[in-house]
């Protein structure tokens, strides 16, 4: 846990959030900022900072969070319709928050990324 990390202190909760599915490992919650009508953030409880610090180790961990990502597109009503997984890694990938987060986003037709 990182005293001053956002994503940590709400898998604590020490600040408020809007879960969608949680485990021993993994929780999900709603962005609040939501950039599609679905946004939902899926997070290792763990601190990982960013997908540059993930190990050999967390292959499970990750596969895990991508497959929550799918069970949730269903349980949310995207599946049908399509969906995004994005990872946004360090500067330039244009992370903020640096707790490991997969973005879920969906519910209308997103624009290209390239
Ligand atoms: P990123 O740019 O990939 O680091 O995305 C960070 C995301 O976290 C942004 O979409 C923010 O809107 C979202 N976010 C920041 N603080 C919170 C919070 N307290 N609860 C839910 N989402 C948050
Ligand atoms: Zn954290």
């Given at each position: 846990m990182s005293e001053d990390c956002v994503f940590c202190r709400i898998v604590?909760?020490?600040?408020?959030?809007?879960?969608?599915?949680?485990d021993d490992d993994v929780l999900a919650f709603r962005d609040i900022n939501p950039q599609a009508p679905v946004h939902v953030l899926i997070i290792p409880k763990r601190h990982i900072p960013s997908l540059a610090d993930v190990g050999p180790d967390d292959t499970e961990l990750l596969g895990r969070m991508l497959q929550?990502?799918?069970?949730?597109?269903?349980?949310?009503?995207?599946?049908?319709?399509?969906?995004?997984?994005?990872?946004?890694?360090?500067?330039?990938?244009?992370?903020?928050?640096?707790?490991?987060?997969?973005?879920?986003?969906g519910g209308q037709l997103l624009g290209r990324l390239a």
């Open positions: 604590k909760g020490e600040l408020p959030s809007e879960t969608v599915y949680e929550v990502a799918k069970t949730l597109a269903e349980k949310l009503d995207i599946a049908a319709s399509g969906y995004r997984v994005v990872v946004n890694c360090g500067r330039d990938g244009g992370q903020v928050v640096f707790h490991l987060h997969v973005h879920l986003l």
